[in-house]
């Protein structure tokens, strides 16, 4: 080896102990921090209060015997701020809170309601917190009410919720939003945003060896609805999945209909026929598209989906021409009732945008949104509006013919 | 081949991935005019300002391939005068320094080595650059050569792993917010806030064709600014556009959010230890500067003593600044003075040589080749 790549290797060396020694100092150790896998923050008599669910590694590591609520401890701090609040938590905890696992923030709806601009800047100012953790606002409770339900088989309260929330590309009745989307839309001019929501829901026990009759789970259905800082209210599943097809973020909804009653073959029944049938989305496109028409704003929504039946009771054969298409034709206006209901609740109750239109009207048109952005919300409460659904049914499963019709000797 | 020289391809991945280390840092195109959706644009025009400011400097340099800054001023502006400016490039230089080992040491502390002392970052930092820099500008630039590749491929990595958060319809309308001026304004601004050409001019004694000074700085500038264009677009199409310029770091937020699959996830600390290898090398070339240009200026030979006590001085203030202010958060302040400091030294102070060139021109033809 010459001299110069023995100095070049020299120097590369150099700089690679420069890098990596230097981390020596400030290190901490795992056994004095207290990791927070999810935070609540709720607002009483004008204090912040902050509760943070804590991995107890003693407990976890003796996971034979120990329940999931024995796996974490909640620890509650009170401030004026939101880092007050923080930093007084060590005060009666024995750890420093140690933020970089926590995934899940929950807003309690009081102070959702109050207004959450001055406590985000501690979220985005932080070093510590992901900004890939999930904002979500607690419908009708406390932060710390919604906390420390597991129903789940995670292995903590935190970890049930976050991975129910992930659970969204399941469902399009929610929406998850980061906290790097939800600054990206707290900073759209104009306009509102949503974040998710949990609630917390009792429900029959259905495992005969707990003696309670009932059991407490998180539902992540539904989702909030924000205008400036303050919390105004909820879109319902229903609403959830209109308003994901409008912002073309649908990725898997089921939607219920009723065919017409002409196709039910009712010779044929052999058995109670009943009155819904399923079609599961996996796919959607939607365009969205402005027109001046005699001066005056015009939305078109144009959306096509594609889906898998998974289930149809009502009787219908759908072997039979033109069957599927009169389904097609009825699941395609039930979306188009969800986006419409989600439209007007949007802007007739909540008076705010949180679809995005006055960014298509930015895009589109420019020069008439240097005029019109300043009233963008009177005028966004009367935009007219169509929607065009197609609903394409690819797929249909193993059956063609419902179990609770006879084939018959047809062809 | 000559060992002994530095060659095109080593100094376009220099100059390319230093320019990218400062610009990507604390993204300043962010907050220059028109501050929308366009600043992409701006970047690409910054471009052709960047060619034309830079003209009298690489003109000079490509009249006097074998002199330094300082012997090339010496020459056209006479020894006062070329001493007098020389004094004060080698101050620039060190200033500059000061300014990106500070900002590597605050954007370090804030990621990765939160509770570990500046003194602690910014020594350790100026050891290896004094070793770096003892070692010359040609082994300088041949060891740059391994480090830069890796660095500009992590970044390019970097960028791709994080196209599946960004939305590029946040980059729209294009043009439609903006005005020329506004756009011009920005690029003019932006051109005025890289300065690695001087690693082109402080290398070209060194170059192994001294004929390709050019085509070195329009390569270099060429990728640089793709890069950089593409870099801010993507981090605008991630964060949105106003989440963007509240960030202090934006493009370090670009690669927190990096989610691609299980193995791609929490990689910000990838970005960080790229950008400290980068931008350990530009404090390296820029420590080595100043003292290239103190050294001509006082006409000492080849001293390490002195390249020691510039190092420490340097290290020393960038300390005592780094403990008492957060340099990046007035980033205005900061903007205008690397501007102002720019515009001096690669542009003004070239032109008043180059002028004064033109009108010495025969005289310094003749003495060029009587001394052939």
Same mark, same amino acid.
């Given at each position: 080896?010459?001299?110069?790549?023995?100095?070049?290797?020299?120097?590369?060396?150099?700089?690679?102990?420069?890098?990596?020694?230097?981390?020596?100092?400030?290190?901490?150790?795992?056994?004095?921090?207290?990791?927070?896998?999810?935070?609540?923050?709720?607002?009483?008599?004008?204090?912040?209060?902050?509760?943070?669910?804590?991995?107890?590694?003693?407990?976890?590591?003796?996971? =034979?015997?120990?329940?999931?609520?024995?796996?974490?401890?909640?620890?509650?701090?009170?401030?004026?701020?939101?880092?007050?609040?923080?930093?007084?938590?060590?005060?009666?905890?024995?750890?420093?809170?140690?933020?970089?696992?926590?995934?899940?923030?929950?807003?309690?709806? =009081?102070?959702?309601?109050?207004?959450?601009? /001055?406590?985000?800047?501690?979220?985005?100012?932080?070093?510590?917190?992901? +900004?890939?953790?999930?904002?979500?606002?607690?419908?009708?409770?406390?932060?710390?009410?919604?906390?420390?339900?597991?129903?789940?088989?995670?292995?903590?309260?935190?970890?049930?919720?976050?991975?129910?929330?992930?659970? /969204?590309?399941?469902? /399009?009745?929610?929406?998850?939003?980061?906290?790097?989307?939800?600054?990206?839309?707290?900073?759209?001019?104009?306009?509102?945003?949503?974040?998710?929501?949990?609630?917390?829901?009792?429900?029959?026990?259905?495992?005969?060896?707990?003696?309670?009759?009932?059991?407490?789970?998180?539902?992540?259905?539904?989702?909030?609805?924000?205008?400036?800082?303050?919390?105004?209210?909820?879109?319902?599943?229903?609403?959830?999945?209109?308003?994901?097809?409008?912002?073309?973020?649908?990725?898997?909804?089921?939607?219920?209909? =009723?065919?017409?009653?002409?196709?039910?073959?009712?010779?044929?029944?052999?058995?109670?026929?009943?009155?819904?049938?399923?079609?599961?989305?996996?796919?959607?496109?939607?365009?969205?598209?402005?027109?001046?028409? /005699?001066?005056?704003?015009?939305?078109?929504?144009?959306?096509?989906?594609?889906?898998?039946?998974?289930?149809?009771?009502?009787?219908?054969?759908?072997?039979?021409?033109?069957?599927?298409?009169?389904?097609?034709?009825?699941?395609?206006?039930?979306?188009?009732?969800?986006? =419409?209901?989600?439209? +007007?609740?949007?802007?007739?109750?909540?008076?705010?945008?949180?679809?995005?239109?006055?960014?298509?009207?930015?895009?589109?048109?420019?020069?008439?949104?240097?005029?019109? +952005?300043?009233?963008?919300?009177?005028?966004?409460?009367?935009?007219?509006?169509?929607?065009?659904?197609?609903?394409?049914?690819?797929?249909?499963?193993?059956?063609?013919?419902?179990?609770?019709?006879?084939?018959?000797?047809?062809? | 081949?000559?060992?002994?020289?530095?060659?095109?391809?080593?100094?376009?991945?220099?100059?390319?991935?230093?320019?990218?280390?400062?610009?990507?840092?604390?993204?300043?195109?962010?907050?220059?005019?028109?501050?929308?959706?366009?600043?992409?644009?701006?970047?690409?025009?910054?471009?052709?300002?960047?060619?034309?400011?830079?003209?009298?400097?690489?003109?000079?340099?490509?009249?006097?391939?074998?002199?330094?800054?300082?012997? @090339?001023?010496?020459?056209?502006?006479?020894?006062?005068?070329?001493?007098?400016?020389?004094?004060?490039?080698?101050?620039?230089?060190?200033?500059?320094?000061?300014?990106?080992?500070?900002?590597?040491?605050? @954007?370090?502390?804030?990621?990765?080595?939160?509770?570990?002392?500046?003194?602690?970052?910014?020594?350790?930092?100026?050891? %290896?650059?004094?070793?770096?820099?003892?070692?010359?500008?040609?082994?300088?630039?041949?060891?740059?050569?391994?480090?830069?590749?890796?660095?500009?491929?992590?970044?390019?990595?970097?960028?791709?792993?994080?196209?599946?958060?960004?939305?590029?319809?946040?980059?729209?309308?294009?043009?439609?917010?903006?005005?020329?001026?506004?756009?011009?304004?920005? %690029?003019?601004?932006?051109?005025?806030?890289?300065?690695?050409?001087?690693?082109?001019?402080?290398?070209?004694?060194?170059?192994?064709?001294?004929?390709?000074?050019?085509?070195?700085?329009?390569?270099?500038?060429?990728?640089?600014?793709?890069?950089?264009?593409?870099?801010? %677009?993507?981090?605008?199409?991630?964060?949105?556009?106003?989440?963007?310029?509240?960030?202090?770091?934006?493009?370090?937020?670009?690669?927190?959010?990096?989610?691609?699959?299980?193995?791609?996830?929490?990689?910000?600390?990838?970005?960080?230890?790229?950008?400290?290898?980068?931008?350990?090398?530009?404090?390296?070339?820029?420590?080595?500067?100043?003292?290239?240009?103190?050294?001509?200026?006082?006409?000492?030979?080849?001293?390490?003593?002195?390249?020691?006590?510039?190092?420490?001085?340097?290290?020393?203030?960038?300390?005592?600044?780094?403990?008492?202010?957060?340099?990046?958060?007035?980033?205005?302040?900061?903007?205008?003075?690397?501007?102002?400091?720019? %515009?001096?030294?690669?542009?003004?102070?070239?032109?008043?040589?180059?002028?004064?060139?033109?009108?010495?021109?025969?005289?310094?033809?003749?003495?060029?080749?009587?001394?052939?």
């Amino acid at each position: 080896m010459n001299n110069l790549s023995k100095k070049t290797l020299i120097v590369i060396f150099i700089l690679a102990i420069t890098i990596l020694l230097t981390s020596c100092t400030g290190g901490r150790e795992l056994n004095t921090l207290g990791i927070v896998v999810a935070t609540g923050l709720d607002l009483e008599d004008g204090k912040v209060i902050i509760t943070n669910e804590v991995i107890n590694p003693a407990k976890g590591s003796n996971s =034979e015997n120990s329940t999931t609520q024995e796996n974490t401890l909640f620890i509650q701090g009170i401030g004026d701020t939101l880092t007050e609040a923080f930093v007084n938590t060590t005060l009666t905890f024995d750890r420093e809170l140690y933020l970089p696992h926590s995934h899940i923030v929950i807003f309690g709806e =009081e102070l959702a309601k109050r207004g959450i601009g /001055d406590y985000i800047d501690f979220l985005s100012r932080n070093n510590e917190q992901r +900004e890939q953790s999930f904002m979500l606002v607690a419908l009708g409770a406390k932060a710390y009410d919604v906390m420390g339900i597991n129903s789940g088989i995670s292995q903590s309260p935190g970890r049930y919720i976050y991975e129910i929330v992930r659970g /969204d590309i399941y469902n /399009d009745e929610t929406r998850s939003f980061t906290l790097t989307e939800f600054f990206k839309y707290f900073y759209r001019p104009h306009e509102g945003f949503l974040t998710g929501v949990l609630k917390a829901v009792e429900k029959p026990q259905i495992n005969k060896e707990i003696s309670e009759n009932e059991m407490t789970v998180i539902c992540v259905k539904d989702a909030a609805a924000f205008k400036g800082d303050k919390l105004i209210g909820y879109y319902t599943g229903e609403e959830m999945i209109g308003f994901n097809f409008i912002v073309g973020e649908l990725k898997n909804a089921i939607i219920e209909f =009723e065919s017409p009653d002409y196709l039910v073959d009712k010779d044929r029944i052999n058995s109670r026929a009943g009155k819904l049938s399923s079609v599961q989305v996996f796919r959607s496109k939607t365009s969205q598209n402005l027109k001046l028409i /005699d001066g005056k704003l015009h939305l078109f929504i144009d959306v096509k989906f594609r889906g898998i039946l998974r289930e149809t009771t009502q009787g219908l054969d759908i072997s039979q021409p033109g069957v599927l298409k009169e389904m097609e034709n009825s699941c395609a206006k039930v979306a188009k009732s969800y986006m =419409e209901q989600a439209l +007007e609740k949007g802007m007739k109750e909540f008076e705010s945008d949180t679809f995005g239109i006055g960014q298509l009207v930015h895009r589109q048109y420019p020069d008439l949104w240097k005029e019109i +952005e300043d009233n963008w919300e009177g005028i966004f409460v009367n935009l007219d509006y169509t929607v065009n659904v197609t609903a394409r049914i690819n797929d249909t499963g193993f059956t063609n013919t419902p179990p609770n019709i006879r084939k018959g000797k047809q062809l | 081949m000559n060992s002994e020289k530095i060659t095109s391809r080593q100094l376009i991945l220099l100059i390319t991935t230093f320019g990218l280390s400062v610009t990507i840092s604390y993204m300043f195109a962010l907050n220059l005019p028109p501050s929308n959706q366009d600043v992409w644009i701006m970047i690409l025009l910054s471009f052709v300002y960047s060619l034309i400011f830079r003209i009298p400097l690489l003109f000079l340099n490509n009249k006097f391939p074998e002199l330094t800054l300082v012997e @090339m001023l010496e020459k056209i502006l006479g020894k006062f005068a070329g001493k007098f400016f020389g004094l004060f490039y080698a101050l620039y230089f060190m200033a500059y320094t000061i300014f990106i080992l500070i900002l590597q040491t605050q @954007m370090t502390g804030i990621n990765i080595l939160a509770s570990t002392p500046n003194w602690l970052i910014i020594g350790l930092t100026t050891i %290896a650059c004094l070793y770096i820099g003892s070692k010359d500008l040609v082994m300088m630039c041949w060891t740059g050569e391994l480090v830069t590749s890796i660095s500009l491929f992590s970044i390019v990595l970097l960028i791709l792993l994080g196209l599946k958060n960004v939305n590029f319809t946040l980059l729209l309308p294009i043009l439609s917010d903006s005005t020329f001026a506004e756009i011009n304004k920005g %690029a003019i601004m932006f051109s005025f806030l890289t300065t690695d050409v001087f690693v082109l001019i402080k290398a070209s004694p060194f170059l192994e064709n001294k004929k390709n000074v050019y085509k070195i700085f329009v390569y270099s500038s060429l990728f640089f600014t793709i890069i950089c264009a593409i870099a801010v %677009a993507v981090t605008q199409g991630a964060l949105g556009l106003e989440q963007a310029r509240h960030t202090i770091y934006p493009f370090l937020i670009y690669t927190r959010i990096i989610n691609f699959t299980a193995a791609f996830e929490r990689i910000d600390v990838v970005f960080v230890t790229t950008w400290i290898a980068i931008n350990t090398g530009r404090v390296a070339f820029f420590m080595y500067f100043g003292y290239m240009a103190l050294k001509d200026v006082f006409n000492i030979d080849k001293s390490k003593v002195l390249f020691i006590v510039i190092g420490i001085l340097i290290g020393i203030i960038s300390i005592y600044i780094a403990n008492n202010m957060t340099i990046v958060v007035a980033q205005s302040m900061i903007n205008l003075a690397l501007m102002l400091s720019t %515009a001096i030294f690669v542009t003004i102070i070239p032109l008043i040589a180059m002028i004064v060139y033109f009108f010495r021109r025969r005289s310094l033809d003749t003495e060029k080749l009587s001394e052939n």
